[in-house]
């Protein structure tokens, strides 16, 4: 079973420049998590999506971040502009439970350095 | 608003050891309880999850939930050094989503 797929890997943007990241769960997998990972913290939920619905979007600072689901399948995260503090590591996670509280995979990330 | 606390480490055993990982969370409303493993540079990995009162075990490795004193904890006995890892603990369920700890550093001495 293939596991989740994240892209692109590295990316290095100036401040005020746009910036999108893509991730196609586990086949069959209803919820998709995207995350924010500081260096020394855990990662922080962004937004949750449940097939092609938002379930929690609480800590996504709309101003400057937004996602999708298309289809529920695959999904794309942008930020725009970006500032220094988006640094960080973006994780994207699949879980089979379509309650949303079951066990997370996650896939390889995309580190991101503002500059 | 939720919150898991950890203890950020470094936790320090030596070889053969048991290492003991401790985690506690704020919202009793919480039902779900996982552990994750991160090694340096790469993206967390689920070890175990948990979701009733008691002990959960797997290989070398036992979660204990005790939702009356909201604590969840991960034993690892005979502890290896490819065990030296940052060890996540996450919570969801209740009144709000998923939510991760800080985690704690796992260093095992050789």
């Known amino acids: 079973e293939a596991g989740v797929a994240q892209s692109p890997r590295y990316k290095i943007i100036e401040k005020r420049q746009s910036v999108a990241f893509w991730c196609n769960p586990i086949s069959g997998h209803a919820t998709l998590y995207w995350y924010q990972q500081i260096l020394g913290q855990g990662p922080k939920l962004l937004i949750q999506?449940?097939?092609?619905?938002?379930?929690?979007d609480s800590q996504l600072p709309k101003d400057r971040f937004s996602a999708e689901r298309l289809k529920g399948v695959d999904s794309t995260l942008k930020i725009q502009p970006a500032k220094l503090e988006d640094s960080a590591v973006y994780l994207c996670a699949s879980s089979l439970d379509g309650t949303g509280d079951g066990e997370q995979y996650f896939g390889p990330g995309t580190r991101l350095t503002v500059t | 608003q939720k919150e898991v606390e950890q203890n950020s480490g470094p936790l320090s055993v030596p070889e053969g050891a048991i290492a003991s990982l401790n985690c506690t969370y704020s919202?009793?409303?919480?039902?779900?309880f996982f552990w994750y493993r991160q090694y340096s540079g790469k993206s967390p990995e689920l070890i175990m999850s948990i979701y009733s009162n008691g002990d959960k075990e797997d290989g070398r490795f036992t979660a204990q939930l005790n939702k009356a004193s909201q604590y969840v904890s991960l034993l690892i006995r005979d502890s290896q050094p490819s065990d030296s890892a940052t060890y996540l603990c996450a919570v969801a369920g209740g009144y709000q989503k998923v939510t991760f700890g800080i985690g704690t550093k796992l260093q095992v001495i050789p």
């Open positions: 999506f449940q097939n092609n619905g938002v379930v929690d």
């Open positions: 919202d009793r409303g919480s039902q779900s």
